[in-house]
């Protein structure tokens, strides 16, 4: 088996799962349910979990008691391995989940909410992709429905949801409809925003690399959540025959409008690519949209100070810039100003040191994430006002993972999509491929020229060219004997010169002599 594919986008077609039931799994399962109250619904749950597919030897169930008055109770129809888990610090569903996941021995976290009924194949259908590679995420299908009044006993008895639940009445989640457009995902441009609910598995090292759910986000935190782990380079894939029923209505069925009100700032400072969420002018947020990356060892002050004075000032405002260079060599003993070695580079760091939109670093991360762009050029070639926005247009028509410009110096400066970088991550062998190889099967790497990015400026337009009106010759009238010289019957005002329109200058000016 080739433990890493280079899945292209979010294509797994290249790879299949085994058959239910015609296979022997060998990665152990720790199901995290965070529980706030609901014994009842929970005693269903785990009456569910009892009766899976999935061997008890290899599964493990942690229920995360979230300050429950009274606390959790493990009911008399459980899995063989369920444990109850306190929180101790902090409260919230996030919060729970990570607790969970800290407390978890298995390979593979499986999140499940606490007033959900999984068919008795659920575990199974998404844990089996994990023996398959090991950079998935696997996501649960749910349907809504009014609890009925049934019992743990038959809930573990049952052999399909459908012997429990009316689930031709059923309220289908929204995410179905979109797997069913984008061919199970596989066309997906955006694949996390399916992998909203609570029934998704993924790899333990997975989970903990990206720092697991953020407990800030009290509302959309799988969407985050999902969105670290998009950026991270995974790859989602629903699984039609993990099917499971929540227990009652959506928050948005009961108040929408509410419930997409207090969402919108979560998502708005940490999800950059909802562009719709960030349309106020001069705003500042959590998580930019593009990083710019300089490196700045041996450049002058003055050449950096106009690089990002031209990064901060373009079009596109919603950025960072990182200044790359040997800062730790600053020390802060007693030196000569004057005369210090480093004058340069400290210039460079008190003049930056305070604003908040520029970050010193001595060398730059794998990828820039949870930010979705970078941007890579040479210091002394600041860009454009157009540059960046120009850049990023290029490559979300396909969604190509880098950008290569080449500048007529023979360097290059290039845009790279962060989900294409942590892709490539996590196929590249340390020390043996490049980054820039595995992106061109994974998303693509395009040459362009610079034109378009760094446009020429506009010719000057010349001067305007005023042609005088030529002098009037001055005109004797003969006056009679006797005449008395009478006053001029027009207004000053409204008297017209000969020469005093534009037409009559110019006919003057083509008159010969």
């Given at each position: 088996m080739d433990a890493r594919p280079a899945?292209?986008?979010?294509?797994?077609?290249?790879?299949?799962?085994?058959?239910?039931?015609?296979?022997?799994?060998?990665?152990?399962?720790?199901?995290?349910?965070?529980?706030?109250?609901?014994?009842?619904?929970?005693?269903?749950?785990?009456?569910?979990?009892?009766?899976?597919?999935?061997?008890?030897h290899l599964m493990e169930i942690l229920v995360v008691d979230d300050g429950s008055e009274p606390p959790i109770r493990l009911p008399e129809i459980r899995p063989a391995n369920t444990r109850v888990v306190r929180v101790r610090d902090g409260w919230g569903i996030s919060n729970a989940v990570n607790t969970g996941a800290k407390a978890?021995?298995?390979?593979?976290?499986?999140?499940?909410?606490?007033?959900?009924?999984?068919?008795?194949?659920?575990?199974?259908?998404?844990?089996?992709?994990?023996?398959?590679?090991?950079?998935?995420?696997?996501?649960?299908?749910?349907?809504?429905?009014?609890?009925?009044?049934?019992?743990?006993?038959?809930?573990?008895?049952?052999?399909?949801?459908?012997?429990?639940?009316?689930?031709?009445g059923a309220v289908s989640s929204s995410t179905e409809a979109t797997i069913a457009k984008t061919d199970g995902l596989r066309k997906s441009r955006n694949p996390y925003h399916v992998c909203t609910g609570p029934t998704f598995a993924l790899p333990r090292e997975v989970f903990h690399a990206v720092g697991g759910l953020d407990p800030n986000v009290a509302r959309g935190e799988d969407t985050?959540?999902?969105?670290?782990?998009?950026?991270?380079?995974?790859?989602?894939?629903?699984?039609?025959?993990?099917?499971?029923?929540?227990?009652?209505?959506?928050?948005?069925?009961?108040?929408?409008?509410?419930?997409?009100?207090?969402?919108?700032p979560y998502l708005a400072h940490r999800i950059p690519l909802r562009r719709d969420l960030r349309k106020d002018r001069g705003r500042r947020w959590l998580v930019p949209y593009v990083e710019i990356v300089l490196d700045v060892t041996d450049t002058s002050e003055s050449v950096v100070r106009q690089a990002v004075a031209a990064a901060l000032d373009g079009k596109l405002q919603d950025v960072v810039v990182t200044l790359v260079g040997p800062w730790s060599r600053l020390g802060s003993g007693r030196r000569s100003v004057l005369s210090d070695p480093c004058f340069e580079l400290r210039l460079m760091r008190d003049l930056f040191a305070h604003d908040d939109r520029v970050r010193l670093i001595d060398e730059a991360a794998p990828t820039p994430a949870p930010t979705p762009f970078r941007y890579r050029g040479p210091v002394d070639v600041p860009l454009h006002r157009a540059t960046l926005e120009r850049m990023i247009e290029s490559v979300q028509k396909d969604l190509t993972g880098v950008l290569i410009v080449d500048l007529p110096d023979g360097r290059t400066a290039r845009l790279e999509r962060t989900s294409a970088l942590g892709r490539a991550v996590l196929l590249a062998d340390p020390g043996t491929a490049d980054v820039d190889d595995l992106i061109a099967t994974t998303h693509g790497v395009r040459h362009e020229?610079?034109?378009?990015?760094?446009?020429?400026?506009?010719?000057?337009?010349?001067?305007?060219?005023t042609i005088p009106a030529p002098a009037a010759a001055p005109v004797t009238v003969p006056v009679p004997e006797n005449t008395v010289p009478q006053e001029n019957t027009v207004p000053q005002e409204n008297r017209v010169p000969p020469e005093n329109t534009l037409l009559r200058r110019l006919k003057s000016a083509l008159r010969p002599n």
């Open positions: 899945l292209t986008q979010n294509d797994y077609s290249p790879i299949a799962a085994p058959e239910l039931g015609t296979w022997s799994p060998a990665l152990s399962v720790s199901v995290v349910i965070p529980a706030h109250g609901g014994q009842d619904r929970l005693d269903l749950t785990l009456a569910a979990l009892a009766a899976q597919t999935y061997p008890d978890a021995d298995g390979e593979i976290i499986q999140r499940l909410d606490a007033d959900m009924v999984a068919c008795r194949e659920h575990i199974e259908a998404l844990a089996r992709w994990h023996h398959v590679t090991d950079y998935l995420v696997t996501i649960g299908m749910k349907k809504f429905v009014d609890a009925p009044p049934v019992t743990p006993r038959q809930v573990f008895r049952a052999g399909h949801l459908g012997e429990l639940f009316d689930l031709a985050e959540f999902s969105y670290r782990l998009a950026m991270h380079g995974v790859v989602f894939v629903p699984d039609m025959d993990a099917q499971a029923v929540h227990l009652g209505l959506p928050a948005q069925h009961r108040d929408r409008e509410r419930a997409v009100r207090a969402v919108e020229p610079p034109d378009r990015y760094w446009p020429a400026p506009a010719p000057a337009q010349p001067d305007p060219v």
